[in-house]
Nanobody
Framework: VQLQASGGGLAEAGGSLRLSCVSS???????????MGWFRQVPGRGREFVAG????????LYADAVKGRFIVSRDNAKSTIYLQINSLKPEDTAVYFC?????????????????WGQGTLVTVSS
C-alpha cells in the first residue's frame, strides 16, 4: 500500500487549498474499511491529527483547532481522501500528511497508523 499526497503550495491568508491523497496497491476494494487521517507537522513538533474518517463510517472527525474551516471527504471508488482547507491562517503552515490504518479502533494518534504518505507542504502568507 502506498499513499500519495498532493495539493499543497503557497497561499494567502483567507484563501483555500484542497489536498488530495490517493491510495494505491491492494486497497481499492477495501479502501472504505480503512481509517484515514490527515495530520500536520511543523518543525520541532510532532504530527498532530487534523481530520479523518474511521473505517466503515461516513462521519468525519476533526481536531478542535480546525473545526469549521477544514472539510475532509473521501471517495472510496477512487481510493482517495481529500482535505479542503478554507479561511487559511498563517498558523496552518505545515507539512500535511495523509495516513492509513488497516484495523483496530482509534484514529487520533500518529502511532496508530500503518502507512504514511510523503507529505505536502502548505505555506500560508499573511
Amino acid at each position: 500500500v502506498q499513499l500519495q499526497a498532493s495539493g499543497g503550495g503557497l497561499a494567502e491568508a483567507g484563501g483555500s487549498l484542497r489536498l488530495s491523497c490517493v491510495s494505491s496497491g491492494r486497497t481499492s476494494s477495501i479502501f472504505s474499511s480503512y481509517t484515514m487521517g490527515w495530520f500536520r507537522q511543523v518543525p520541532g513538533r510532532g504530527r498532530e491529527f487534523v481530520a479523518g474518517f474511521e473505517g466503515n463510517t461516513a462521519s468525519a472527525l476533526y481536531a478542535d483547532a480546525v473545526k469549521g474551516r477544514f472539510i475532509v471527504s473521501r471517495d472510496n471508488a477512487k481510493s482517495t481522501i481529500y482535505l479542503q482547507i478554507n479561511s487559511l491562517k498563517p498558523e496552518d503552515t505545515a507539512v500535511y500528511f495523509c495516513a492509513l490504518k488497516t484495523g483496530g479502533t482509534g484514529y487520533y494518534y500518529d502511532y496508530e497508523y500503518d502507512c504514511w504518505g510523503q507529505g505536502t507542504l502548505v505555506t500560508v502568507s499573511s
